[in-house]
């Protein structure tokens, strides 16, 4: 009897210590399927969910609670995914390996993912069910759009680069002859307007082709050791001329720090980023405005930042974040590359351009140059 005893208590331990190794196999795992960051639902063999990962309520943002047990064509098809690859795979065993589809999610955003799905089975090969493992693409499509958007630009750019080139032989030819055609036309000439026009016309021509062909050719920069507020100072006063020739009513306003600031840049290089910046900041107010231009220094002197701020009409998100895209323009006579060129040469510099604008109130551009 007490052997019997005995003998029981030792089959009830190593049975209990068998159970709690399974149970921490089963516990190794789900922790296992929890934190993959692939997407992975089950269903047994009459289409049930029997398993909703973190990753799948995440990208479904379906709740594992509100879909075990369910059937897997109602909880699909009529919330998310008008498929249902995974009951295909069930009915035909047809099995899929990296397709790609779209989801809805249930707060009705469409997720494009990638997905495979396969049955199954035990280890006598009945099958117990099937699986559909699926990932969140949407970073990657993003991305892939992104790389697109920069192929198109650079050939985009290449092909400008080629016709600004060709255009400024005969746009040189145009303007000299125009040039001579003045000087033989009477002072008093009423003809002489329309050259003045063609003139015009031909300068605005060689800006462009200019702008293009700066834009697109690696530029050559020469650093030089100067004080930075000089520049700012005298782009300002360029712009001030500009700007009174022009009779527009806008009061610039300087606020600089009192010493001046050597730091190494091309200024020669560097008068077309705060030429371009103070000419969108003018075309912005129209014809009254303030334009308040600052230059300090911020992280104990580490940096330097000339801020720009105007009162204009300021732009929307979704200009903001198109605004240093080559070619981008609001505007009727625009080029869209005064920004592409100031960002590429701050970049050079090793700054940082950035914008701050309210629709209607005003925009804020900062250059942040390193000391
Ligand atoms: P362009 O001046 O030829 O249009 P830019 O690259 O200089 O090209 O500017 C791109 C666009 O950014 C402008 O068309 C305009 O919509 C917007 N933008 C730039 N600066 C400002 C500003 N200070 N206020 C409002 N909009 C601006
Ligand atoms: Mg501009």
């Avoid at 159970?19 to 269903?43: P, T, W």
């Avoid at 200024?267 to 030429?275: A, G, I, K, T």
């Amino acid at each position: 009897m007490n052997d019997l005893n005995v003998e029981l208590n030792k089959k009830n331990k190593e049975l209990s210590e068998s159970l709690k190794e399974m149970d921490s196999i089963r516990n190794h795992l789900k922790n296992i399927l929890e934190s993959m960051n692939m997407g992975v639902v089950a269903v047994d063999l009459d289409g049930k969910i029997t398993v909703f990962n973190n990753a799948a309520q995440k990208i479904t943002s379906l709740k594992s609670g509100n879909v075990i047990g369910k059937y897997y064509k109602d909880v699909y098809s009529e919330l998310i995914d008008e498929s249902s690859t995974l009951l295909d795979t069930l009915k035909d065993c047809k099995e899929y390996e990296n397709e790609e589809k779209e989801i809805r999610n249930t707060e009705d955003l469409i997720i494009p993912v990638e997905y495979s799905t396969s049955l199954v089975k035990n280890e006598h090969g009945e099958v117990l069910g099937a699986v559909e493992m699926f990932v969140d693409m949407t970073e990657i499509k993003k991305l892939e759009e992104e790389v697109q958007r920069a192929r198109t630009l650079a050939a985009l750019g290449e092909m400008a680069a080629n016709v600004a080139h060709e255009i400024r032989n005969p746009l040189g030819g145009i303007g000299g002859f125009a040039a001579l055609l003045e000087r033989d036309l009477e002072i008093d000439d009423p003809r002489r307007n329309l050259v003045k026009k063609i003139i015009e016309g031909v300068s605005r021509l060689n800006r462009i082709a200019a702008n293009l062909l700066f834009y697109t050719r690696p530029l050559e920069i020469k650093f030089q050791k100067q004080d930075i507020i000089k520049t700012v100072d005298d782009v300002l006063s360029l712009m001030e001329v500009e700007l009174e020739q022009e009779e527009r009513n806008i009061e610039i306003v300087r606020d600089f720090m009192p010493d001046c600031k050597e730091i190494r840049f091309d200024p020669e290089v560097f008068q077309q980023v705060l030429l371009n910046i103070f000419k969108n900041a003018a075309d912005s107010m129209e014809d009254k405005g303030k334009l308040t231009v600052r230059v300090k220094e911020k992280n104990e002197g580490k940096n330097l930042v000339i801020s720009v701020e105007d009162n204009g009409k300021g732009m929307s998100l979704s200009v903001q974040r198109k605004l240093f895209n080559p070619f981008f323009t609001t505007k009727p006579d625009g080029t869209g590359l005064g920004l592409a060129i100031a960002k590429k040469i701050v970049d050079i510099h090793k700054g940082e351009i950035k914008v701050k604008s309210e629709e209607g109130k005003g925009t804020l551009f900062e250059i942040k140059l390193p000391v």
